[in-house]
């Protein structure tokens, strides 16, 4: 693999991450799950595998949370022409709408840990073969 495909992975696998945290965030189901594999698995608090589980975990999200997952350093190993892995830290801040205008109060981080993450290559596009969450500190919201 030459140089500038394997930097063409390491930014299309970093993309992935930053776009599955706005994706969780906003509510963006239908793109949330682009970004998988149709085997994908996601473990987040439980484990979800397969696109049909992994749509009910985003759609479970109740309407008055609100999320912000902070992604921070990125590190993608490109391990082939159709295989990464990568691992990035997260900081996750949560809070509950009491009307639909309402801005939660600002508080500590509720999750602090990260990602361990991997990727594949296949029809053009890089996606989540799997995204495993490690919590370092805090709890996840229910």
Do not use: K
Not at 49 to 69: K, M, Y
Request: with cysteine; proline share 5%.
């Amino acid at each position: 693999m030459d140089e500038a495909a394997r930097l063409a992975a390491e930014r299309a696998c970093t993309a992935l991450v930053h776009e599955w945290a706005r994706a969780v965030d906003f509510g963006d189901q239908d793109h949330f799950l682009e970004l998988f594999e149709a085997d994908g698995r996601l473990v987040y608090g439980s484990v979800h595998e397969g696109l049909e589980a992994l749509a009910r975990f985003v759609g479970s999200r109740p309407r008055d949370r609100v999320t912000r997952h902070l992604v921070t350093n990125v590190f993608v190993d490109v391990l082939g022409p159709d295989r990464a892995r990568g691992i990035c830290y997260l900081t996750l801040f949560t809070g509950v709408r009491e009307t639909p205008r309402a801005v939660p109060p600002a508080a500590a981080p509720a999750v602090v840990g990260h990602f361990e993450d991997r990727f594949r290559l296949r029809d053009g596009r890089w996606r989540f073969a799997s995204r495993t969450l490690h919590v370092a500190l805090g709890v996840l919201p229910a």
